[in-house]
Each structure stands twice: as structure tokens, then as C-alpha cells.
């Protein structure tokens, strides 16, 4: 058998001198030569498998269907890239990908639904500017008052609250995350680090706990702060048993969910148990 595959392989990679006299006159690989190729007086029989196994004709075999698809999809694709401008890769990514063409499709209209512009136009400019210049020199001083108000003196537990945020919420990125919409804080201050709003988790404790706080970036932070509908009572029932990363919560009227790391609710929990509040 070894000698077959051996004396097979020789053959399929020598000149085949059957075909010689009819192609071109010069010794071809079997690969090359077809049966036609071949004189009248050579006998074409392959019921031993032979022929298959040195390759022959194998150059003038048809491509399969699936070969032949995906060539001609390739093709339409660099065609379709050459013409449009639109980098191969992306065009890719779309073809024949239903649920990037309907992700993409979202994100469309969630551009399109941009609010008209007001517009207040005034119907008498004259009239208006004569007004309000006399309103504005008609209008009150502005009074600065010395009032009593109540703070919450402990800083370096919302700088070690702030440390431990940023600890938490980064990613193997280097991205800071917010623990609402899972976006990346929005923008950076001029020293390099990320904008983000350190807000108070649970409301209403009686220890001021740096793992009660929340990563948020803005548009959370004021969802969380004013209008927020989960009591603490209901947060504080929902963090206590959870086991998952996601706590939920009403905001700005939606549901909406806090996303933990594991080590920051693992860590809040015990906190909220020691205090027992
Ligand atoms: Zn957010």
C-alpha cells in the first residue's frame, strides 16, 4: 500500500507521457490532462481509482457550487467596495449580518429623532429692546446672604469613595464605566482623568460608607438624584439579597438597573449588614 501511495504520488507530480502527442507536443502532469487529451489508442479506466489518486484532470475539474457562491460574493463585495468608496471590511461586516444591518438601523433612527430647533422670533424688535432695557435697569441688586446650611463634613470618605469608584468601574481598557447606561464617562478633565459623578447609592444611612457611592456619569447622576423612583427602602431590599450584577431601578420613569462589579456589591452588602440600618 505504501509503495502504491508512493509510486502515485511520483506519477502525479511527473510529465505524462500518454498525452504528449496530442498537447502541444510536450510532457504534461496529470493534473493538466484530461481525457480528451488523451490518444484513441490509451485506455481510460479508472475503476481501480487510480487516475483519482495522481490528480488526473484535476486542473480541469468544476468548482463546486459553494466555492463558486463564495467566489462570486467575494467578487460583488470588491466591486461593490471599489464603487461605493466603502471600505471592504465594513461592507463585510453587513453582508449577509441581520442583526448589524437592524443595530445599525436603530442607531439611524435614534440620530434622526434630534428635536426641531425652537423658534421664538420677536415681532417688534424696536418695541422689545426698548423694554427690556428698562426692565433691566428697573431690576433688583443682587443680595448676597450669609445663611446656615447643613454638610456633611466627612471629605475623606467621598475621596476614598471617589479612589474606590475609579478602582471598580475601569476596565481592561483603561475605560471608567457608568453604573447605569454601561457607556464610557463622557469626557476627560484637563489633567487626563474621567469626569464622573460619585453619587450616594443607598439614602439615608447613619454611616457615611465609601461603598455606598456610584460611579455615575452625568445624565445618571441627575436621573439618580431627581428622578429617581426607588425609594431606599426598595433599593436597600433589592441590593441585600442580589447575586447578580444588575440591581434594578425606576429612573426618569423607565426601568433602568445598577450594575455592580462583583466585589463592589459583595462589598456594599456586608456593609449594609454590619450597619444593620
Ligand atoms: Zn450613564
Not at 101 to 112: D, I, L, P, T, V
Not at 197 to 208: F, P
Request: charged fraction near 25%.
Amino acid at each position: 500500500m505504501v509503495e502504491n501511495l508512493n509510486l502515485g504520488f511520483t506519477i502525479s507530480n511527473s510529465k505524462f507521457s500518454p498525452a504528449r502527442a496530442l498537447v502541444c507536443g510536450g510532457f504534461h502532469t496529470p493534473k493538466h490532462t484530461q481525457q480528451a487529451d488523451l490518444l484513441s489508442n490509451f485506455l481510460y479506466d479508472n475503476r481501480n481509482g487510480w487516475l483519482g489518486a495522481i490528480g488526473f484532470g484535476a486542473s480541469f475539474a468544476k468548482p463546486t457550487q459553494a466555492v463558486v457562491e463564495a467566489e462570486t460574493a467575494e467578487d460583488a463585495i470588491g466591486q461593490a467596495a471599489t464603487a461605493t468608496g466603502v471600505p471592504r471590511d465594513i461592507l463585510e461586516h453587513f453582508a449577509n449580518n441581520a442583526e448589524a444591518q437592524e443595530e445599525f438601523n436603530r442607531w439611524r433612527e435614534k440620530r434622526k429623532q434630534k428635536p426641531k430647533p425652537p423658534k421664538k422670533e420677536p415681532t417688534n424688535e424696536d418695541l422689545r429692546r426698548g423694554r427690556v432695557a428698562e426692565e433691566a435697569v428697573n431690576s433688583a441688586f443682587v443680595e448676597r446672604l450669609v445663611l446656615e446650611r447643613q454638610i456633611r463634613p466627612n471629605w475623606d470618605v467621598i475621596r476614598e469613595a471617589r479612589t474606590k469608584m475609579i478602582e471598580w468601574n475601569t476596565n481592561d481598557e483603561s475605560q471608567v464605566v457608568c453604573q447605569i447606561c454601561s457607556e464610557e464617562m463622557p469626557f476627560k478633565l484637563d489633567d487626563g482623568s474621567y469626569y464622573f459623578e460619585a453619587i450616594e447609592c443607598v439614602k439615608g444611612l447613619s454611616r457615611e460608607i465609601p461603598q455606598n457611592h456610584l460611579a455615575l456619569c452625568p445624565v445618571c447622576a441627575a436621573k439618580y438624584k431627581h428622578a429617581n423612583g426607588t425609594t431606599s427602602e426598595e433599593l436597600q431590599q433589592r441590593i441585600l439579597p442580589a447575586n447578580g450584577s444588575e440591581v434594578p431601578v425606576t429612573l426618569a420613569r423607565e426601568q433602568s438597573g445598577i450594575v455592580f462589579t462583583k466585589v463592589h456589591l459583595l462589598d456594599l452588602q456586608a456593609a449594609l449588614r454590619a450597619i444593620g440600618s
